[in-house]
């Protein structure tokens, strides 16, 4: 689905609506609402929204379990954590159990903090599955087309078998060693988010919609949901060198 709006603003009050509505309808449905979230600058304003009304009342924070798409392995009191960003915009103000809360180690080696968060993620996984189907995964898009911590280039035979590997990547000036979701994991989702915003992002969101399928080169095509919805949410900006 394409959800074409005029501001960052909108675009992240739209993200929040939808992040509502998927809760509640998981909670309705399972029991509990299982969500990934993403760092940026974009999450950032969304997390600003959910903290206040109507969003902190009305999510169900109590059956809310929340896990992170990817993370940079730095400590998390690191202006470059995930966790942090989420942790001082959102979890801190409203009623969500700490125990609720599952961190990647970023403190840990590389090897640890992916094995660890596999484990974390089996507590969720049920007889049935081979991972956890997620109720809505938040993810970005970079200028270069990588999501989550899935970069360009050959994709590692790790990536296809698994659902959290360790990558090492070198991208604007951030932390390199990270964890990440893998598309086993995101593609099993219920509901996947990709967040894009700014003129910067243009040109590479047109070649994502509009251009050759090349996945190794641009990993957001990567994403391509087994039974749920796929929703770009972007912004003026980011659309403006789009035909359609």
Known sequence: MIHRLESKQEVAQFTADLF???????????????????????????????????????????????????????????????????????????????TNIHRALGEASPSEAAEDYLNQLQKFTKEDENFPVFDLILLGMGNDGHTASLFPGEISDLERETAVISVTADYDGRPANRVTFTPLLINLAQHIVVLV????????????????????????????????????????????????
């Open 20 to 98: 509502l509505k998927v809760a509640n309808e998981a909670v309705d449905k399972n029991g509990r609402f299982l969500v990934a979230l993403s760092g940026g600058s974009t999450p950032a304003l969304l997390f600003e929204l959910l903290k206040d009304s109507p969003y902190a009342e009305g999510i169900p924070w109590e059956q809310t379990h929340i896990f992170w798409g990817d993370e940079r392995l730095v400590p998390p009191t690191d202006d470059g954590s995930n966790y942090k960003q989420a942790n001082e915009l959102l979890l801190k103000h409203v009623d969500i159990p700490k």
């Open 197 to 244: 915003t700014g003129r910067s992002k243009a040109e590479t969101l047109k070649q994502v919609l509009e251009g050759d399928h090349n996945p190794e080169r641009l990993p957001i095509q990567r994403i391509q949901p087994q039974n749920g919805i796929l929703h770009w949410i972007f912004d003026h900006a980011a659309a403006e060198n789009l035909k359609k």
